[in-house]
């Protein structure tokens, strides 16, 4: 149902002079009469938005920390959304900044209350987010890791099991529904690509399914990460020629917060995964009673084939730092591969004479052939001699094989920025020295408006940054030092790995908590709470929002240098200084971003700690003049 406009449309004055008054009015007078700062630059940074809905553009929103951006792009939104009939796309970096945009006391809940506006918002989150019931019911046949099932188990409503047609029908299953649970235990029964949700017998009941039905009724707001925007503008078509709906339903407007990781997001959108134990355990499953002797000997040759290919990765691949291990494709390794793709599509035939039989339940069958199909394509991908970038990698514990498009330019123009429906990047970091070249060309955006405009605090009274120029091999005993003055800290690693190798090589971790420990922003609410007073992320250079005493100290442990991998190798092979267009735009948006994270209201204060190695202290001269304030040595 359409909503009211929150102000009145006349017949002498279009919409868009309508709500440049009614921003102003609200922005001037309404909002500062509650306590809210009357702030130059959030009323700019409104007003310009205003002006690219009017024209349908992209427009680079950058603005410091403290302007306001939030409340900045959610005036217009809301009101165009009821304007026009469609809901507005609002899509933050990751699934944990969905959780903070909507937090209680955050801006959408203020304006509720300040406005006295009803704001229709609704979360679309990544299918990965949700609970599985088919892999809850082959966990608990397991029979393994009985304590985190419990939790789960305990939360599944009631109606999903029972069939009366009288029982309230709500939106269950949602990763932030189970604080409790570690990320490697929920891996084991949440959403998996192979599973064959049109042919589900339990669809209808099923989380995700709820959860999509009904955010597709918002009429305000919908959030949901840059991840799912991704997958759903990359599976509309193919979704609507299947006969099923897009992920998401058709909006007037997308406003990209921190729109600076964008790129990554599309790249990861577009990625192939092939799994080392995946094909194992779905051939297993259809190795039933009654299947064709023929059917079965494909099967057991696809395996061994398969265990030969992982056996090649495994040798032929190396890694330095990062978690993503580099690929060399020696001619056994293709022609292996080429071997499995023709073995598949053989057993692929088989399978269409199975399907007469019905010897194989239909949706075990239809898994199969879909991971099948998928896993020759895969395999294809990674023969031909394209633009690809593939490389090894551990995820949820197994082996894993992946294959990503160098460059998503082409398909994001296509498909994105060439729709004529407005488009806001929103982040205070989208530009170097205003020069938002960097972001425009890896994106593949020709035509876009612009703007810069700096933080309203005055850094040099409420923030320190000290610089720690020391070895690498002390950075450990720097931080346990740092740490004996207690205060709410946050720890932040460029990589995984370089987490991990500091709680390895940490003697005492009392006190101190890892990201990845339990479910993301169950850890953020422990740790704003004081629940404990030291918080360890390689995830959180962007989006947190900690204000006064929840924060008042951040270690950079590494300047945020992009890791050594195949993805950013590919980037520096084919740039003509890589470490001026690749290594150091990277990290100076991702330093800005971390820095970010301590001064979020005009009440905050602290110290930013640089620890720096000797290579890292060289360049204090192409770091410091994007510093908020200067650096104490």
């Known amino acids: 149902m359409k909503q009211d406009l929150p102000f009145q449309l006349s017949k002498d004055r279009s919409f868009f002079e309508s709500l440049g008054d009614w921003m102003g009015d609200v922005l001037y007078d309404e909002l500062p009469e509650k306590g809210f700062e009357c702030r130059d630059e ?27 951006k939030t409340i900045a792009y959610l005036l217009p939104s809301i009101s165009y959304a009821r304007y026009t009939g469609k809901p507005v796309l609002i899509a933050c970096a990751d699934e944990t900044l969905i959780e ?60 999903v099991y029972s069939h009366s047609s ?30 064959q949700c049109m042919v589900c017998d339990v669809r209808n009941r099923c989380g995700q399914t709820i959860h999509r039905q009904n955010y597709r009724e918002s009429t305000d707001l919908i959030i949901c990460s840059h991840e799912f925007l991704m997958e759903h503008i990359w599976t509309k078509e193919s979704r609507v020629r299947e006969g099923q709906l897009p992920l998401l339903p058709e909006v007037s407007m997308i406003v990209l917060d921190e729109g600076h990781l964008l790129e990554f997001a599309a790249q990861k959108a577009l990625t192939y995964e092939i799994q080392s134990e995946t094909l194992v355990r779905l051939l297993e499953r259809v190795m039933v009673d009654g299947v064709r002797e023929k059917t079965l000997n494909l099967m057991e040759i696809l395996q061994e084939v398969h265990d030969e290919i992982f056996g090649l990765l495994r040798k032929n691949s190396s890694s330095d730092e990062s978690e993503r291990m580099a690929i060399e494709k020696s001619d056994t390794l293709t022609q292996s ?49 394209g633009d690809g970038v593939e490389w090894l990698e551990i995820i949820d514990g197994h082996e894993t094989l992946i294959i990503m498009p160098r460059l998503v330019t082409d398909i994001l123009q296509e498909k994105l920025f060439t729709t004529k429906l407005p488009i806001v990047f929103s982040s205070a970091t989208l530009a170097i020295e205003k020069d938002f070249t960097y972001i425009a060309d890896s994106l593949g955006i020709d035509d876009f408006q612009s703007f810069s405009v700096a933080s309203p605090f005055d850094y040099e009274e409420v923030m320190k940054i000290k610089a720690h120029p020391i070895e690498q091999t002390d950075k450990n005993e720097r931080v346990l030092e740092l740490l004996e003055d207690e205060q709410q800290t946050l720890i932040l690693f460029k990589s995984k790995a370089a987490m991990e190798q500091f709680r ?130």
């Open 42 to 68: 959030q009323i700019f940074m409104a007003y310009q938005i205003e002006n690219a809905l009017k024209e349908k553009s992209v427009l680079f929103a950058e603005a410091g920390v403290g302007t306001g």
């Open 100 to 159: 903070q945009l909507v937090k209680e006391a955050g801006d959408i809940f203020k304006l509720q209350n300040y406005l006295d506006v009803k704001i229709d918002v609704r979360l679309a989150k990544s299918r990965d987010q949700y609970l599985c019931l088919k892999r809850l019911e082959e966990a608990q046949k397991d029979g393994d890791n009985d304590y985190f099932l419990e939790e789960i188990e305990d939360q599944v409503p009631d109606f």
């Open 166 to 195: 009288l029982q309230k029908i709500y939106p269950y299953g949602e990763r932030s529904q189970y604080p409790g649970v570690s990320d490697e235990d929920w891996q084991k029964v949440n959403y998996h690509p192979t599973q």
């Open 337 to 385: 591969c080429k071997k499995a793709i023709r073995i598949t599509d053989d057993l692929l035939e088989e399978f269409v004479f199975e399907s007469e039989l019905y010897t194989i339940p239909e949706y075990e069958l239809r898994m199969v052939e879909e991971f099948l199909e998928q896993y020759a394509f895969s395999l294809r991908l990674f023969t031909e001699k």
């Open 504 to 633: 390895l090589s940490t003697f005492s971790t009392e006190g101190i908590v890892f990201e990845g420990d339990r479910e993301l922003s169950t850890i953020v609410k422990e740790f704003q709470n004081g629940a404990f007073k030291t918080l360890c992320s390689y995830h959180l250079w962007e989006g947190l929002d900690l204000p006064e005493n929840a924060l008042t100290r951040v270690i950079i442990y590494d300047l945020p240098f992009p890791p050594v991998d195949p993805l950013f190798d590919a980037k520096r092979k084919f740039s003509n200084n890589a470490f001026e267009e690749v290594e150091l735009p990277f990290m100076l948006l991702r330093l800005q971003q971390g820095i970010g994270r301590l001064i979020r209201t005009s009440n905050d204060h602290g110290e930013i700690h640089l620890l720096l190695n000797p290579e890292e202290a060289a360049l204090e001269n192409r770091f410091s003049a994007i510093l908020p304030t200067q650096i104490n040595n």
